[in-house]
C-alpha cells in the first residue's frame, strides 16, 4: 500500500555517467523532497518542490537538477556523477504547507565508482 | 544554515531499559519532529510537537518541546529489540517554507 515508491533501489554507476532517480507518489500531495543520507550528516534536503514544475534548490543543490512534470513524479538527475554523490537518496512528499509530517520512500542507494 | 545537534550519536543498551536523546538547535523552532529509521527503510514518523512546553506520548514513547524552543527530546521506555534502528530528530523554524531541516540521527542499539 505504500504511496511513494523510489526506483532504482539500489544503482552502481561509473564517475561522469549521468543518473536519473525517480520518484512516484499516488498520493496527489503537492510538495515533494529529495534528501541524502550520509554518516554523520544525517538527511540533508536536495531539492524540494511545491507543485508542477515549481522548484527550488536546498542546502546540498549543486551537482544535482530536479523535474517535475507531473504531480505523482519528481525526478533527481546527477549530470555527471562524482563519487562525493556516492550515498543513499530518500525522497518525501508532504500534503500541504504546514503539514511536516513527512512520508518518506525508501530509498535508493547510489554507488557511484 | 540552520543545524541541530542530536546526541548521543549512538547507544548500546540493555532490553528493558529506558532511553534518552536530545536535539539541540542554535535557533528557536516552531515545530519539532521525531523520526524512526529501520535498517534499509526510509525514515517514518513518531512524534510531533507544536508548541514550547508540549509533552506528547506515543505508546513507549514520549517527546518534549523544550521551553527555550531550541531543543527538543525523546524518551523510550522499557526499550525492546524492535526499537533498533536511526532517530532523527527535526525542526522547521519560521520563513523556513515548508521545509524541514534533520538532525544526524542517533543510532540505537539493543542488546538482549
Known amino acids: 500500500d505504500a504511496g511513494i515508491t523510489q526506483s532504482p533501489r539500489h544503482k552502481v554507476t561509473e564517475t561522469g555517467t549521468p543518473v536519473t532517480l525517480r520518484c512516484h507518489q499516488t498520493?496527489?500531495?503537492?510538495?515533494m523532497y529529495w534528501y541524502r543520507q550520509d554518516p554523520g550528516h544525517g538527511l540533508r534536503l536536495i531539492h524540494y518542490s511545491y507543485g508542477v514544475k515549481d522548484t527550488d534548490k536546498g542546502e546540498v543543490s549543486d551537482g544535482y537538477s530536479v523535474s517535475r512534470s507531473k504531480t505523482e513524479d519528481f525526478l533527481l538527475t546527477l549530470e555527471s556523477a562524482t563519487s562525493s554523490q556516492t550515498s543513499v537518496y530518500f525522497c518525501?512528499?508532504?500534503?500541504?504547507?504546514?503539514?511536516?509530517?513527512?512520508?518518506f520512500g525508501s530509498g535508493t542507494r547510489l554507488t557511484v565508482v | 544554515g540552520q543545524q541541530l545537534n542530536q546526541s548521543p550519536q549512538s547507544m548500546f543498551i540493555q532490553e528493558g531499559e529506558d532511553v534518552s536523546m536530545n536535539c539541540t538547535s542554535s535557533s528557536i523552532f516552531n515545530t519539532w519532529l521525531w523520526y524512526k529509521q529501520d535498517p534499509g527503510e526510509g525514515p517514518v514518523l513518531l512524534i510531533a510537537?507544536?508548541?514550547?512546553?508540549e509533552l506528547t506520548s506515543n505508546g513507549r514513547l514520549t517527546a518534549q518541546f523544550g521551553i527555550t524552543r531550541k531543543d527538543s527530546f525523546l524518551n523510550i521506555s522499557a526499550s525492546i529489540p524492535s526499537d533498533v534502528g536511526i532517530y532523527f530528530c527535526a525542526g522547521h523554524f519560521t520563513g523556513g517554507g515548508n521545509k524541514l531541516t534533520f538532525g544526524t540521527g542517533t543510532q540505537l542499539k539493543v542488546e538482549l
Open positions: 510537537l507544536y508548541k514550547a512546553g
Open positions: 518525501a512528499i508532504s500534503e500541504s504547507a504546514g503539514n511536516y509530517g513527512y512520508t
Open positions: 498520493e496527489n500531495h503537492r510538495y
